[in-house]
């Protein structure tokens, strides 16, 4: 990320839109390390922030932000995530290689969420439910790929 000047020109819009609740295709668009302060559910741990770009007939291209937490609390849903494209084999162990995370693809469960703004509206988005094994759940596909 990089800020800009007062009299920068822009023109990279969002392509926000939330997507009724289902199962996606996705690529991953953006990945960063980051850090998480924690929170009441969370400790302070090291974060991957993922932008993932989902494309569907019909609906058109949405971009949701997920963010994956480092801490044993929630090692499930990072061997979900790399189960899903295609790094580790469900039952063995695997050390996370993020080098390969940005342009992976994988299928999600994806779900929508009501919430209130600090402004107090109430606003909806997208978030992951489930991360898919692409061998069990994709028909067969065994090298993740479709």
């Known amino acids: 990320m990089s800020s800009l000047a007062w009299d920068a020109y822009i023109e990279n ?3 926000f839109t939330v997507l009724p609740a289902g199962e996606y295709e996705f690529t991953v668009t953006k990945f960063e390390k980051t850090w998480y302060d924690g929170s009441s559910k969370i400790e302070p741990c090291n974060c991957a922030a993922l932008e993932l770009t989902i494309s569907s007939p019909g609906v058109g291209k949405s971009v949701m932000k997920e963010r994956l937490f480092l801490v044993d609390k929630v090692e499930w849903k990072l061997c979900e995530f790399f189960r899903c494209i ?3 084999v469900h039952g ?3 050390t996370m290689n993020w080098n390969t995370v940005l ?3 994988g299928r999600a469960m994806v779900e929508v969420n009501t919430y209130k703004g600090n402004d107090g509206n109430t606003y909806t988005n997208n ?3 489930r991360y898919l094994d692409p061998e069990v759940e994709m028909g067969g596909e065994e090298d993740g790929a479709w």
């Open 13 to 15: 819009e969002s392509e």
């Open 86 to 88: 295609g790094q580790k």
């Open 92 to 94: 063995q162990g695997v």
């Open 103 to 105: 342009g992976s693809k």
């Open 127 to 129: 978030s992951v439910t």
